[in-house]
């Protein structure tokens, strides 16, 4: 992996009782939102990602790691706020 590249780690905490709960809709469509997200910000840019269910990996390029980061907490927002389910970020080079 380049040095100009960050791997952005998501993941839905309480995923597990959640799930066991019914809920693994909602944690799926929380952890697919979270690559759309940067998806959006990287705009035609090729983005490679990996969803695990409850958590996402996701390469990008460091030019767009604030606005992802941002999109990322936008995301964490909406699974508190409509899911009641809270979400980590964790970039790493």
Sequence with gaps: MPDAWYILLTHIRGST???EAGRYKDVNLLGACSIVAVLTVAGE??????LGG??????????????????LLAVKKVAKSEYNLDSELAPSR
Aim: charged share 20%.
């Design 17 to 19: 009782q959640a799930v």
């Design 45 to 50: 840019t090729e983005m490679r990602f990996v």
């Design 54 to 71: 409850d958590r996402a990996s996701v390469l990008i390029w460091s030019q767009i790691l604030p606005a992802a980061e941002e999109a």
